[in-house]
């Protein structure tokens, strides 16, 4: 999606009380909904499984400006909140997406993204609280 669109909303993934994986959207019943509302709304139903024992793990995905005090070599990237009992990480991907012309545009050509390396920051539990 960063290849090609350049952006995407946050998205989810959990491993159930059975251990199966399972990815997942959020579907708010809007267009175009605002982005911390889609992000709150899958935290806030991950929580909400966990609590009720239907998960053991979760992850979301969202697109992120990474904080300065990280370093990152770009500022954009994609964050990663990683969550099962006693352990809780944002992983950063910093990346680069340079703009695109508008006759690359008409010839379908996506821009090369450039990624910086990982950043990996314990941060407390929310979801597995």
Do not use: W
Not at 54 to 83: C, F, M, N, W
Not at 104 to 119: C, F, K
Request: net charge positive.
């Amino acid at each position: 999606m960063i290849q090609r669109k350049g952006d995407f909303y946050a998205f989810r993934a959990v491993i159930d009380s059975e251990g199966k994986f399972q990815a997942v959207g959020a579907d708010l019943g809007e267009e175009h909904p605002k982005r911390e509302v889609v992000y709150k709304s899958l935290r806030n139903s991950l929580r909400q499984r966990f609590q009720e024992k239907s998960i053991i793990a979760s992850a979301i995905a969202v697109h992120v400006d990474i904080p300065r005090q990280y370093s990152p070599k770009y500022t954009d990237g994609i964050r990663v909140h990683l969550e099962a009992s006693g352990y809780s990480r944002f992983i950063y991907l910093p990346y680069s997406r340079p703009k695109v012309g508008a006759l690359a545009r008409l010839l379908g050509r996506a821009p090369e993204v450039s990624y910086g390396d990982l950043i990996t920051v314990d941060v407390p539990n929310y979801v597995c609280a």
